[in-house]
């Protein structure tokens, strides 16, 4: 296992966000940091994608900011060029995995079965996404699929929030979680970062009880 990906091992919950403007980025990426989640990652679902990585990798180089729902080679080359340390996508592409691999990129591909997890080891890798999780099977899913690849560790993402994360947080074979509970668009949307850092402070403080 890479050094960031350890890295997001240790923080635990890994907020997903999407931001529709870039000026939010900084803003939002410092509530994370005081909220005790120095990690994010934003999604290529909006234009202001790239722009708001680039922003939060210059203005806070410490914190683990990567890029979600990358569907393309193209979209992660930007999406590292822009300053992204880690490469997630909802599904397994094998041309994104390996571009990653070849590239160098810390890339975490979705699964859902026993047959995309075995493409994954195929590239050798041993982190792979679930999602979306909770519709998938959630932590007995995870529990059932991992018993024969006892190797690969999971980042659930999908269906994942306050109520649930403690479960998935126990299991060992849990890297850690995906979620946008702490993050919610109508609190960016709204400049309500103090109340998003008040979230994080919560969900980072599940991870502490959890996991010491």
């Known amino acids: 296992m890479n050094d960031t990906l350890r890295q997001i091992g240790k ?12 000026d939010d980025a900084q803003p939002l990426a410092e509530s994370l940091i005081k909220g005790g ?10 234009d202001a994608a790239e722009e708001s990585i680039r922003a939060i990798a210059k203005k806070f180089p410490e914190m683990f900011v990567g890029a ?9 080359d930007r999406a590292v060029d822009a300053g ?14 390996e571009h990653c691999i070849n590239k160098g990129y810390p890339v975490t591909p979705g699964i859902m079965t026993p047959t995309e997890l ?38 659930p993402t999908g269906g994942i929030n306050a ?5 998935y947080l126990a299991c060992d074979k849990i890297l850690a979680c995906g979620g946008s509970w702490m993050v919610k668009g109508d609190l960016i949307n709204a400049g309500n970062f ?14 502490k009880e959890i996991r010491g």
Do not use: H, W
Request: glycine share 6%; hydrophobic share 50%; proline share 7%.
């Open 37 to 46: 989640l120095p990690c994010a990652e934003v999604t290529f679902r909006t």
């Open 11 to 22: 923080t635990g919950i890994v907020p997903v966000v999407v931001l529709n403007k870039a």
């Open 68 to 76: 979600g729902t990358i569907l393309t080679p193209e979209q992660a």
């Open 84 to 97: 992204a340390k880690f490469i997630v996508s909802p599904g397994f592409n094998p041309k994104v995995v």
């Open 163 to 167: 109520n649930n994360v403690k479960d």
């Open 194 to 207: 103090a109340e998003i850092e008040r979230l994080t402070r919560e969900a980072s403080n599940i991870v």
């Open 118 to 155: 075995e493409m994954a080891l195929g590239f050798g890798l041993d982190v792979v996404k679930f999602f979306p999780a909770e519709n998938a099977g959630g932590l007995k899913m995870i529990k059932a699929m991992s018993a024969p690849y006892t190797m690969m560790k999971f980042m």
